[in-house]
Structure formats: C-alpha cells, structure tokens
C-alpha cells in the first residue's frame, strides 16, 4: 500500500510545459521525467527555437514526437524537431492521406509549407507513448480528421485532446476528413468515458475538465 501511494505521488509530479505555437496558437505540450530526463513533445506545430529553449533549460531529451492529427498548426515543425532530437514521429495511420496535404493546408492559412513529413510509426487505441516513468494511452478519436487520436495520462489524470474537444466547444468537422457523426460518437464513447477530475489540455485555448465540459458543454449536454 505504501509503495503504490508513493508511486502514484511521483507520477503526479510530471513536467508538463504548455506552449502556444505558430499563427494559431496550437497548445504543444513538452511532457518529461524529473529523475530520467526524458521526454515527449505533443504536436510541435511551429516555434520549435522557443521549444528548444523550454526542452534546454531542464536538458530534456526527447524520446518521442507525437502528433494528435496532421492538420499543419500541429505537425509542421516536426520533422525540423526530429531532425533535432532524433526522435521519431508518431501519428494515427488514418491521416497520412492529410498529412499529403500539407501544402494546401499551408496556402489555407499563409504558413510556409513545411515539406514532406516523414511518420516513424502509426499509433493507434490501446499503444503506449513514454517519458521515463510516466506514461500515456493512445485513445484513437475520428471525428475532427480520421486519424484523431487523444493522450491519456492516467495517472496524472491528464488528456491531451488535440482538436476533438476544447473548452465549451468541439473540433471542427468541415475539414478533409471530418465528420460531426464520428466526432460525437469518439467525445460520448472515449472521451467522456474518462474520470471527471482529468485535467484536458485542448490543442488550442485554455485548459478544462472532463467533469465542466459533461456538464457544460453545449455539444455535449444531453437535452
Ligand atoms: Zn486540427
């Protein structure tokens, strides 16, 4: 018993930096062991030099680089940040089709185009991603794109929710991709499955709860 409360404590002291990044302000969440130093970055869209100085200050290294879906504000400095750490990229299978895309996302929104984007390997529901001891469940959520997916920390009571929810609001769905269907199916199945004390960090905008957005949110409130 002592042992297991002991553990559950360390795991709740996670590094976890939240950095707006690029035009849109994409939430890229810098994840990391305190004893291993080591770390994952959660779509790393733009701004990988301040990323840099916030994976520096601590000397983190980056073990993995995962992308919640191939829309550019979430992957476009990714392969600058591979190429970097050497750590390899991480996405749903199901958005390889978008991240083919990638330039005329780039025209859609006045970015530069990043390039090809080069995925190490697909992850889907039921995977595990690690930084040192913490480590997070891979939760597939189609709806905003195909390849959606969503990363559980349970122990840390922590959901990175890339653009299937945010606070009062849901991903949008008249993208390549989307459907309001299968984005109502993931949020009601998968997501508001989670425990109401998680923590959600949405992929843009301020933090929330599973708890204030069953109650609150108008997508999501049963009338
Ligand atoms: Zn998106």
Request: hydrophobic share 45%.
């Given at each position: 018993?002592?042992?297991?409360?002991?553990?559950?404590?360390?795991?709740?002291?996670?590094?976890?930096?939240?950095?707006?990044?690029?035009?849109?302000?994409?939430?890229?969440?810098?994840?990391?062991?305190?004893?291993?130093?080591?770390?994952?970055?959660?779509?790393?869209?733009?701004?990988?030099?301040?990323?840099?100085?916030?994976?520096?200050?601590?000397?983190?290294?980056?073990?993995?680089?995962?992308?919640?879906?191939?829309?550019?504000?979430?992957?476009?400095?990714?392969?600058?940040?591979?190429?970097?750490?050497?750590?390899?990229?991480?996405?749903?299978?199901?958005?390889?089709?978008?991240?083919k895309m990638l330039d005329l996302q780039a025209a859609w929104i006045g970015m530069a185009a990043p390039g090809t984007v080069e995925i190490d390997q697909s992850v889907t529901t039921g995977d595990i991603v690690k930084a040192g001891s913490h480590s997070a469940t891979i939760l597939h959520t189609p709806g905003h794109s195909e390849g959606s997916i969503c990363v559980y920390f349970s122990a840390e009571k922590t959901l990175i929710a890339g653009d299937t929810l945010f606070a009062g609001s849901i991903g949008r769905t008249d993208l390549p991709g989307g459907s309001m269907e299968k984005i109502l199916h993931s949020l009601h199945t998968t997501v508001l499955a989670l425990p109401d004390d998680t923590v959600v960090v949405p992929g843009h905008g301020s933090l929330t709860t599973i708890g204030e957005e069953r109650e609150s949110n108008p997508f999501l409130v049963k009338h």
């Open positions: 018993m002592g042992k297991l409360s002991l553990a559950t404590q360390y795991n709740r002291a996670m590094i976890h930096e939240i950095l707006p990044v690029g035009p849109l302000q994409c939430n890229c969440s810098i994840i990391g062991d305190e004893v291993s130093r080591e770390a994952m970055v959660i779509d790393p869209g733009d701004d990988i030099e301040d990323l840099l100085a916030i994976i520096r200050k601590p000397t983190l290294q980056v073990k993995q680089i995962v992308i919640t879906h191939a829309h550019i504000d979430h992957v476009g400095g990714a392969m600058k940040l591979r190429g970097l750490t050497g750590a390899p990229i991480l996405l749903n299978q199901n958005d390889y089709a978008l991240l």
